[in-house]
């Protein structure tokens, strides 16, 4: 016969009690079969854990070593009850998170934080990569959450845009069209290119490649580099020029100008990912404040 915990909670209300009576009224129980329900502990355990006369109850040594022990597994089994029920509600767990570097130049590290303080029970794991390494990641189970830079529709994959952003055109300081307000896309069309590999994602790559295509022109990329850091300091170097999305311009040092693009409609989107059928309420609780940080920003 297997003990169960009502065996254990039966037997620590009698051993405070050391009265069968009150333990049975404690328990909202009759007395009869309190006294059968700890016979058949003493029977499990083949010994005896009370002595009882008519005047008194008591432990025996075996009971008192037994006390200790059943108040241990009934206080360890309310803590996994609590844990477990925790982890459901989204507030205890492992969160892993994939991101695009220039997600760190938009709203999203405060909603980092925002989650942490919401949810300090959280181990939050943070990766930082590219577009079609996070949408691997994700589809492969290796991380939960994914943000992307125009990722777009993925089998298995649920994506949403969280942000919208012009792009801009990237120039050095002393290029001769560096003090217009605006460009045109057209008068880059003998300019050469630095930019992002289109392994890094093929439509984070093409959307951009699109605005020129439209004035009948494909940039000649002659160098090829994976961080914008990296890719703002050889534009200032003179090396080439670049698109970038707006928030670029927030590492922008003094030997580059981020200029406006006149009449190009097409966007650079941040997007939130997560597999298809995803329940769990981790996942959903970090979409949630993710979305809603970036909503007060665009509100």
Request: with cysteine; proline share 5%; hydrophobic share 45%.
């Amino acid at each position: 016969m297997d003990i169960e915990l009502r065996h254990l909670r039966y037997f620590v209300a009698v051993a405070d009690e050391l009265h069968f009576g009150r333990a049975a009224r404690r328990l909202h129980l009759a007395q009869p079969p309190l006294s059968q329900q700890i016979r058949k502990l003493e029977e499990i355990l083949g010994c005896q854990l009370f002595l009882r006369t008519s005047r008194a109850v008591r432990l025996t040594a075996a009971g008192e070593a037994f006390l200790e022990r059943a108040r241990r597994t009934l206080s360890n089994v309310q803590d996994d009850m609590q844990e477990a029920r925790s982890i459901g509600r989204g507030e205890q767990g492992l969160l892993r998170v994939g991101f695009i570097s220039s997600a760190m130049l938009t709203v999203v590290p405060r909603t980092f934080g925002t989650y942490r303080r919401r949810f300090p029970k959280v181990q939050l794991q943070l990766f930082e990569s590219y577009t079609a390494l996070v949408m691997r990641s994700l589809t492969s189970g290796e991380i939960d959450v994914g943000i992307l830079r125009d990722g777009g529709p993925a089998n298995g994959l649920h994506v949403e845009p969280l942000l919208s952003e012009p792009y801009v055109a990237v120039l050095p300081k002393r290029h001769p069209l560096a003090a217009s307000n605006s460009i045109s896309a057209a008068a880059l069309r003998d300019e050469p290119f630095v930019f992002h590999a289109p392994t890094a994602g093929t439509r984070a790559f093409e959307k951009p490649m699109s605005i020129f295509e439209e004035h009948g022109f494909r940039p000649q990329i002659v160098q090829e580099a994976p961080q914008w850091l990296t890719l703002l300091r050889l534009v200032g170097a003179g090396l080439g020029v670049t698109v970038a999305p707006a928030c670029v311009e927030k590492i922008a040092l003094n030997d580059v100008v981020c200029v406006r693009l006149r009449g190009v409609k097409v966007r650079s989107d941040l997007e939130l990912a997560y597999r298809e059928g995803e329940h769990r309420a981790i996942v959903k609780g970090f979409a949630e404040i993710l979305r809603s940080g970036v909503g007060r920003v665009k509100s």
